[in-house]
Antibody, heavy 117, light 111 residues
Framework: EVQMVESGGGLVQPGGSLKLSCATS????????ILWVRQASGKGLEWVGH??????????AYAAPVKGRFTISRDDSENTAYLQMNSLKTEDTAVYFC????????WGRGTLVTVSS | QAVVTQEPSLTVSPGGTVTLTCGSS?????????PYWFQQKPGQAPRTLVY???NKHSWTPARFSGFLLGGKAALTLSGAQPEDEADYYC???????????FGGGTKLTVL
């Protein structure tokens, strides 16, 4: 059974940092790029960024609103991806999901990040 | 930044057929955008129905099919069921920055 479990969300003040984890099992993690997607309450899905595989030199790409503040990484030995979020803003408040791509396009249930003073 | 457009809402009768589309502000959508289609029901995480234009997962009902139509990505639902009522999102990838852009979503009502 495939599992993707996000963790690390919570309440943080504006300007603060959080690091989200995406722990996976049940599929070949090292062979799949990993997406991070967020969804503010009552809103649509927003692509945050993604990290490719070792074959593509772990290349990353980020959405304009988070570029320079967020960093995606992965540890293939732990089957886990990460989203480091710095300089958080109130508009970053959302549920954050991780997902695989292609035939490994499985989704986690998300973790809530609330940025508020 | 590219803008991806979807119909905000559509209604289909039970047993009927409906096509959702996904367009790009940069021009025609091609297989090079690797179109994805996701279904999200209230209170649930999204799940992938179609990836890379037309490929389905094992859990994707056979009544859904993805393809390119008139310069857009499209998702057709043939034989709509009440459980198909949900929000549907498309995702396109752009090579100029390697990034992805979601459409605004289509709220599908089966009525």
């Amino acid at each position: 059974e495939v599992q993707m479990v996000e963790s690390g969300g919570g309440l943080v003040q504006p300007g603060g940092s959080l690091k989200l984890s995406c722990a996976t099992s049940g599929f070949i993690f090292s062979g799949s790029a990993i997406l991070w997607v967020r969804q503010a309450s009552g809103k649509g899905l927003e692509w945050v960024g993604h990290i490719s595989t070792k074959a593509y030199t772990y290349a990353t790409a980020y959405a304009a609103p988070v570029k320079g503040r967020f960093t995606i990484s992965r540890d293939d030995s732990e089957n886990t991806a990460y989203l480091q979020m710095n300089s958080l803003k109130t508009e970053d408040t959302a549920v954050y999901f991780c997902a695989g791509v292609g035939a490994s396009s499985f989704w986690g249930r998300g973790t809530l990040v609330t940025v508020s003073s | 930044q590219a803008v991806v457009t979807q119909e905000p809402s559509l209604t289909v009768s039970p047993g009927g057929t409906v096509t959702l589309t996904c367009g790009s502000s940069t021009g025609a959508v091609t297989s090079g955008h690797y179109p994805y289609w996701f279904q999200q029901k209230p209170g649930q995480a999204p799940r992938t129905l179609v990836y890379d234009t037309k490929n389905k997962h094992s859990w994707t009902p056979a009544r859904f099919s993805g393809f390119l139509l008139g310069g857009k990505a499209a998702l057709t639902l043939s034989g709509a069921q009440p459980e198909d009522e949900a929000d549907y999102y498309c995702l396109l990838f752009y090579t100029f920055n390697g990034g992805g852009v979601f459409g605004g979503g289509t709220k599908l009502t089966v009525l």
